[in-house]
């Protein structure tokens, strides 16, 4: 199992707080996403970097920013939350062989 | 980008029936990968196949690639509760490293 660790695991805050949810791995992966998802639906590619400094935007991407300063971190910034991003926010990383490795999740309400 | 489409959306058995998801693609896909994803849970790589006409197994699970590389599907031999998830086909996107998730069947199975 790959290790990448996602905080918070649940986050309730009401409309318009600015959030930063946290992914971490430690296998030194270059390549890392971030995911979208509601309960049992399919996944929705919101940003990806393939390396420091290097970050890309997927199709759900207007509303949050995310940076990549170090190799091994890669957070979301939500800047103004609204109800719309109730949702599961899954960060995946991409080993040797291409496959991904997904951490937790972090299940975020707005009130 | 690439878009893969994956069915049925659903599936209900009883448990120790066959099951099986499709995939496919409108263009031709380099590889594909097929993810599980338990109810509560991130979803889990469990495969990944490259060449024309590839048949993996694992246990009571097929894999297939089809000959063009548009198609693909899983296959589980008399199905148990343990089984019961998500399971996500998901083809590159735009000749890079991130996915393009299919939809997803849910599988559920009742004893």
């Known amino acids: 199992e790959a290790d990448i660790y996602q905080t918070p695991r649940y986050l309730v805050i009401g409309t318009g707080k600015k959030i930063t949810l946290e992914c971490s791995q430690t296998m030194g992966h270059d390549k890392m996403y971030w995911y979208q998802q509601d309960p049992g639906m399919e996944l929705h590619l919101i940003h990806y970097s393939y390396g420091v400094n290097s970050t890309e935007k997927g199709d759900l991407s207007s509303e949050s920013t995310v940076s990549r300063i170090r190799t091994e971190h890669f957070p979301l910034t939500l800047e103004s939350a609204r109800p719309s991003h109730t949702s599961q926010y899954l960060c995946?990383?991409?080993?040797?062989?291409?496959?991904?490795?997904f951490g937790p999740g972090t299940r975020l309400t707005v009130t | 980008g690439q878009q893969v489409m994956q069915i049925p959306q659903y599936q209900h058995v009883q448990e120790g029936e066959d099951f099986t998801t499709y995939c496919n693609s409108s263009t031709t896909l380099s590889n594909i990968q097929w993810y599980k994803q338990r109810p509560g849970g991130h979803p889990v790589f469990l495969i990944q196949l490259v060449k024309s006409g590839e048949v993996k197994k694992q246990k009571r699970l097929t894999f297939q690639f089809g000959e063009a590389k548009k198609n693909s599907s899983l296959h589980i031999t008399a199905t148990q509760t343990t089984d019961v998830g998500t399971y996500f086909c998901a083809g590159p996107r735009n000749s890079g490293y991130a996915l393009n998730f299919g939809k997803g069947t849910s599988l559920l199975v009742t004893p």
């Open positions: 995946a990383s991409t080993g040797v062989f291409y496959e991904q490795y």
